[in-house]
């Protein structure tokens, strides 16, 4: 199981980024994928989520309205589109794989299975 997260950068505020998260070693309808955060003394957070049955998604406070989670099965990839960024969305991001089919809850970070290598995110003006 990998997964490769891309797509990170320098953004101005109220910018858009779209992160990707490519996966490889099993299907994402057998997984649920989330997006998470650490910035620089901060615990990581969770910030999306993807059910891999039925692609049910769940956001954090403090990005829904901003970001939408997809994916492609084809590419057996996860998106990540952030808009109206700001500048307390830097962070590193990572995409987790959960146990499971289903998203558990985004605060439950540590209950993740496989972890892909994370990207930067920069709001910066």
């Known amino acids: 199981v990998q997964l490769q997260a891309s797509g990170g950068g320098y953004v101005q505020p109220g910018g858009s980024l779209r992160l990707s998260c490519a996966a490889s070693g099993f299907a994402l309808a057998d997984y649920g994928i989330g997006w998470f955060r650490q910035a620089p003394g901060k615990e990581r957070e969770g910030v999306a989520c993807?059910?891999?049955?039925?692609?049910?998604?769940d956001y954090s406070r403090s990005v829904k309205g901003r970001f939408a989670i997809s994916r492609d099965i084809a590419k057996n990839t996860v998106y990540l589109q952030m808009n109206s960024l700001k500048f307390e969305d830097s962070a590193v991001y990572y995409c987790?794989?959960?146990?499971?089919?289903?998203?558990?809850?985004?605060?439950?970070?540590?209950?993740?299975?496989?972890w892909g290598q994370g990207t930067q995110v920069t709001v910066s003006s």
């Open positions: 993807i059910s891999g049955h039925n692609e049910a998604t």
């Open positions: 987790a794989t959960d146990v499971g089919p289903v998203c558990a809850p985004l605060s439950l970070t540590s209950i993740r299975d496989y």
